[in-house]
């Protein structure tokens, strides 16, 4: 069986499911599109393309037109948990008959994370969906019928996010909606916030952005311009203080709410674009409420497509569980490119080892690309993690504030020695405390990473270059970071990355077995 889905509005995709596995996943934003980009028509017949023949079940993740009262829904809307939410209907198709499924947008994060989870079909699990609207926890039965149990904040991730725009002094008083780029750079700011009594301030706003109702009521600056911390800057300590202390404070409603709420001890699910959190989801982790905690690489809405699917296969099979691998992205496009500078010549792990020891910074491309938005070895910068200079470097070659944090990827059998280990992290979804001075480009202000572990068998070509790495250097870990032109998603063609190497100065990229060296 084939069920192609596809997802409308921001983090736009399609995907599809053959025979229970994830064939493939595709992004508006990857090969160089725009940042949270919707699904295009272009997108849509290209997917439809690689499907190898009609599918058998067209599924679209449910969205609304517009969050109006009025709005439209697309397919079976927005909101809604349970299978009273479904459209399920004969569908004709290029000549064929098969059938058209809706879910909606709420249940694919729910059925998504289940159908990607470790745990077997007919094992009860709880569910949290946070994201910018939705703010729920959801319990599943064997059956997986979903029962809602409350919503301890609505709109989470629109909160977090807004915040860090309303302390920038950039940021338009009269803009209409926050920045879907903002949560991930609080997250960064939160890093940098230092124990300290709360003032009446920070309480009162607090308190007044975890009440607002930001389905109903958007959140605009200009409703703000009242309390301190509007414009305020983002060095400012006053700011990265509050930041710290909001960052905490909405993950303690939901704390609260699972401790009274939730005593079963069931595995919990974690999805949603807060699930990319990665300071929460240690704190979940860690939390002691739950058998396991389990978050996917696609937690934002780059992985809805992927939840209706499931969806629409549980409805026709009864089965909810898919296999899958995070690099079911496409694979590189070979296109014309003028590689003048660059001299090509066989790959060989030991020599790029040696580059990155003595200060390179090289693009690292194998295989297809992965889902979801954080790079996982696959379409990569990499280079030493050493120095605090190389991560300065780094943050330039990207064009982001030098605040921002560089994540490290490592064998993973050296987290035991580097980091206090918590567990395998192969999606980079975890932070953990670093125990040494000696990977200082890696290492936030506050003495945390965010590291991405690495085995043989989850990515052969980088866990090779890590033990080259390591045999160099005695260190089996390096810098890593998504490799894209500023604002675009990942680059996944040659013409883009000689540009982007040319543009930013790096010393050379690896395409497959090719090194591509600067002359």
Known sequence: ?????????????????????????????????????????????????????????????????????????????????????????????????????????????????????????????????????????????????????????????????FLYGLADPSYPIDARKSRREDAGKLMAIAGYGQPSAETPQERALIERLIAWDAVTAPLRKADFTDTPFCNIGLETPEFRNLARRFQDAV???????????????????????????????????????????????CTNDSGSAIGTAADAQFRLTGDAKIEWTAYAGEAFVHDEADLSGFEPVPMREAEIAERLADGAVLAWVQGRYEIGPRALGNRSLIAAPFTSEMHTRLNAIKKREGFRPIAPILLEDEMDRLFENHGPSPHMLYFQRVKTDAIKAVTHVDGSARAQTVTREQNPQIHALLTEFKRATGYGVLCNTSLNFSGKGFINRMSDLVRYARQTGLDGFVVGDMFYRRT
């Open 1 to 161: 069986m084939k069920i192609f889905a596809y997802k409308p509005g921001h983090d736009g995709h399609v995907a599809m499911l053959e025979d229970g596995g994830l064939a493939f996943s595709i992004e508006a934003e990857k090969d160089s599109g725009p940042r949270y980009g919707p699904i295009t028509p272009e997108l849509l017949l290209h997917g439809l393309g690689l499907c190898g023949g009609v599918p058998d079940v067209l599924a679209v993740s449910g969205w609304m037109g517009s969050f109006r009262p009025t709005g439209d829904p697309i397919g079976a809307g927005y909101f809604g948990h349970d299978e009273e939410n479904i459209i399920d209907r004969p569908h004709r198709f290029m000549g064929r008959d098969i059938r058209y499924f809706s879910s909606s947008h709420e249940r694919s994060h729910i059925v998504g994370s289940y159908a990607m989870s470790p745990f077997p079909q007919r094992q009860p699990c709880y569910a949290l969906v946070w994201e910018g609207v939705l703010g729920s926890f959801y319990r599943i039965d064997e059956d997986l019928q979903v029962t809602k149990l409350g919503t301890p904040v609505s709109g989470p991730g629109h909160k977090y996010g």
């Open 251 to 297: 993950f303690a409603r939901f704390l609260d709410f699972a401790k009274a709420e939730m005593p079963d001890g069931l595995p919990l699910l974690v999805s949603g674009g807060c699930g990319l959190n990665c300071d929460w989801n240690s704190e979940w982790k860690g939390s002691g409420l739950f058998a396991d905690v389990f978050v996917q690489p």
